[in-house]
Protein backbone atom coordinates (compact mmCIF):
# COMPACT_ATOMS: atom_id res chain seq x y z
CA UNK A 1 0.00 0.00 0.00
CA UNK A 2 1.18 3.65 -0.63
CA UNK A 3 3.49 5.05 1.92
CA UNK A 4 3.59 8.73 2.50
CA UNK A 5 7.08 10.03 4.99
CA UNK A 6 6.91 13.23 5.55
CA UNK A 7 9.93 15.52 7.06
CA UNK A 8 11.45 18.88 7.47
CA UNK A 9 9.74 20.00 10.46
CA UNK A 10 11.04 21.92 13.50
CA UNK A 11 11.45 25.14 15.96
CA UNK A 12 11.05 28.70 14.63
CA UNK A 13 10.97 32.03 15.19
CA UNK A 14 7.76 33.77 13.77
CA UNK A 15 8.59 35.25 10.43
CA UNK A 16 10.72 32.22 9.76
CA UNK A 17 10.96 29.82 6.56
CA UNK A 18 10.53 25.94 6.47
CA UNK A 19 10.33 23.61 3.68
CA UNK A 20 8.50 20.27 4.37
CA UNK A 21 9.40 17.50 2.45
CA UNK A 22 7.22 14.40 1.58
CA UNK A 23 7.93 11.36 -0.17
CA UNK A 24 5.14 9.09 -1.72
CA UNK A 25 5.88 5.68 -2.32
CA UNK A 26 4.27 2.32 -4.06
CA UNK A 27 1.96 4.60 -6.51
CA UNK A 28 2.45 6.38 -9.59
CA UNK A 29 2.88 10.52 -8.18
CA UNK A 30 1.80 12.16 -11.29
CA UNK A 31 -1.53 10.60 -11.50
CA UNK A 32 -2.98 11.47 -8.11
CA UNK A 33 -3.65 15.65 -6.71
CA UNK A 34 -1.84 15.81 -3.58
CA UNK A 35 -2.56 18.06 -0.63
CA UNK A 36 -0.95 18.86 2.56
CA UNK A 37 -2.71 18.90 5.41
CA UNK A 38 -1.89 19.71 9.71
CA UNK A 39 -3.93 19.31 12.77
CA UNK A 40 -3.44 21.37 15.84
CA UNK A 41 -4.49 18.99 18.87
CA UNK A 42 -7.82 19.58 19.65
CA UNK A 43 -8.83 20.15 16.18
CA UNK A 44 -9.64 18.81 13.12
CA UNK A 45 -7.04 17.97 10.44
CA UNK A 46 -7.03 20.82 7.73
CA UNK A 47 -5.53 21.04 3.89
CA UNK A 48 -3.59 24.04 3.85
CA UNK A 49 -2.60 23.42 0.43
CA UNK A 50 -2.88 21.21 -3.10
CA UNK A 51 -1.43 20.44 -5.97
CA UNK A 52 -2.90 19.13 -9.11
CA UNK A 53 -0.83 16.81 -11.68
CA UNK A 54 -0.69 19.80 -13.83
CA UNK A 55 1.00 21.68 -11.32
CA UNK A 56 -2.48 24.06 -10.42
CA UNK A 57 -2.41 24.82 -7.31
CA UNK A 58 -5.19 25.94 -4.31
CA UNK A 59 -4.24 27.20 -1.59
CA UNK A 60 -6.55 27.87 2.75
CA UNK A 61 -6.83 31.53 3.12
CA UNK A 62 -4.92 31.02 5.97
CA UNK A 63 -1.75 30.28 4.18
CA UNK A 64 -2.44 31.81 0.25
CA UNK A 65 0.73 34.43 -0.08
CA UNK A 66 3.05 32.80 2.38
CA UNK A 67 2.79 28.90 1.59
CA UNK A 68 3.71 27.22 -1.46
CA UNK A 69 3.19 23.58 -2.82
CA UNK A 70 4.99 21.96 -5.83
CA UNK A 71 5.73 18.84 -6.90
CA UNK A 72 8.81 16.49 -8.29
CA UNK A 73 6.90 13.75 -9.80
CA UNK A 74 10.24 11.88 -10.93
CA UNK A 75 11.47 11.63 -7.80
CA UNK A 76 7.55 11.08 -6.02
CA UNK A 77 7.98 13.57 -3.40
CA UNK A 78 5.72 16.53 -2.35
CA UNK A 79 7.38 19.92 -0.80
CA UNK A 80 5.50 22.60 0.81
CA UNK A 81 7.63 26.15 1.70
CA UNK A 82 6.48 28.05 4.44
CA UNK A 83 7.76 31.78 4.64
CA UNK A 84 6.15 34.39 7.05
CA UNK A 85 5.65 31.60 9.60
CA UNK A 86 3.15 32.42 12.68
CA UNK A 87 1.98 31.39 16.10
CA UNK A 88 -1.09 29.79 14.65
CA UNK A 89 0.86 27.56 12.15
CA UNK A 90 2.36 25.27 14.50
CA UNK A 91 1.00 21.85 13.69
CA UNK A 92 1.61 18.84 12.45
CA UNK A 93 1.80 18.50 9.28
CA UNK A 94 0.82 15.51 6.73
CA UNK A 95 0.82 14.78 3.39
CA UNK A 96 -1.58 12.41 1.58
CA UNK A 97 -3.93 12.57 -1.71
CA UNK A 98 -6.47 15.13 -2.23
CA UNK A 99 -9.27 14.17 -1.16
CA UNK A 100 -7.35 11.93 1.59
CA UNK A 101 -7.44 8.33 1.38
CA UNK A 102 -5.80 5.75 2.68
CA UNK A 103 -3.47 5.59 5.59
CA UNK A 104 -1.83 8.49 7.15
CA UNK A 105 1.92 9.07 7.62
CA UNK A 106 3.29 10.00 10.78
CA UNK A 107 3.55 13.95 9.85
CA UNK A 108 6.18 16.36 10.47
CA UNK A 109 5.60 18.56 13.59
CA UNK A 110 6.09 22.52 12.89
CA UNK A 111 6.61 24.32 15.97
CA UNK A 112 6.59 28.22 15.20
CA UNK A 113 7.38 29.65 18.50
CA UNK A 114 10.02 32.81 19.83
Known amino acids: QVQFVESGGGLVQPGGSLTLSCVVSRTILSAYVMGWYRQDPGKERELVAHIRSAGSTNYADSVKGRFTISRDNAKNTVYLQMNSLKPEDTAVYYC????????WGRGTQVTVSS
Open 96 to 103: NYAPAMGY
